[in-house]
């Protein structure tokens, strides 16, 4: 069975880092790309970024919000992504979400989620 | 970036009928549109892929149709458990965008 577990969130002052990890088991995690998807409180999903899998490169992907502050990447030995979020603004609160896959794949798996607040 | 507008962003309806939301994308997307369903505290669910692909384990109530621009999510016998949001997310360009969402309520 398939399970994304995702770790790391907490509260941060802005301006700080944090690093979020996704760890995955019940499939190839190799042969994966992977997502962060996010969702501020009350609000709906944002897409966050992508890493394809590393046999295709592991290129990262990221939408306009947030590239050039967060970055993508990943262990396939210990089968988990991360989101490396540095730079943090009020409006990256959300919960973080990690899911499977791209193509017709995308996202037919997702975690629970992990909270991230940004605030002083 | 591709832009995707969903509607209505909010609809009520009752237990047994039928309904549509429709998402439009900026520019075409062949059939690279997947639907998602999310009840309040809950994580989303994949429910459609392939713009008409039922995920496996999704009732057959639910159906998904179009191709290029504008897709439509179709509920038909609507029942308790699917008042929820919807959300469309486009995955043929990065970076992948998601529609605003639909909500679903009970009338």
């Known amino acids: 069975e398939v399970h994304l577990v995702e770790s790391g969130g907490g509260l941060v002052q802005p301006g700080r880092s944090l690093r979020l990890s996704c760890t995955a088991s019940?499939?190839?995690?190799?042969?994966?790309?992977m997502n962060w998807v996010r969702q501020a409180p009350g609000k709906g999903l944002e897409w966050v970024g992508f890493?394809?899998?590393?046999?295709?490169?592991?290129?990262?992907y990221y939408a306009a919000s947030v590239k050039d502050r967060f970055a993508i990447s990943r262990d396939d030995s210990k089968s988990v992504v991360y989101l490396q979020m540095n730079s943090l603004e009020t409006e990256d609160t959300a919960v973080y979400f990690c899911?499977?896959?791209?193509?017709?794949?995308?996202?037919?798996?997702w975690g629970q989620g992990t909270l991230v607040a940004v605030s002083s | 970036d591709i832009q995707m507008t969903q509607s209505p962003s909010a609809m009520s309806a009752s237990v047994g009928d039928r309904v549509t939301i429709t998402c439009r994308a900026s520019?075409?997307?062949?059939?690279?549109l997947a639907w998602f369903q999310q009840r309040p505290g809950q994580v989303p669910k994949r429910l459609i892929y392939?713009?008409?692909l039922l995920q496996t384990g999704v009732p057959s109530r639910f159906s998904g149709s179009g191709s290029g621009t504008e897709f439509t999510l179709t509920i038909n016998n609507l029942q308790p458990e699917d008042f929820a949001t919807y959300y469309c997310?486009?995955?043929?360009?990065?970076?992948?965008?998601f529609g605003q969402g639909t909500k679903l309520e009970i009338k």
């Open positions: 019940g499939f190839n995690f190799g042969e994966y790309g």
């Open positions: 520019q075409g997307i062949t059939n690279y």
């Open positions: 997310l486009q995955h043929d360009s990065y970076p992948y965008t």
């Open positions: 392939g713009a008409s």
């Open positions: 890493i394809r899998s590393t046999a295709y490169g592991g290129t990262t």
């Open positions: 899911t499977r896959g791209g193509g017709y794949v995308v996202s037919d798996y």
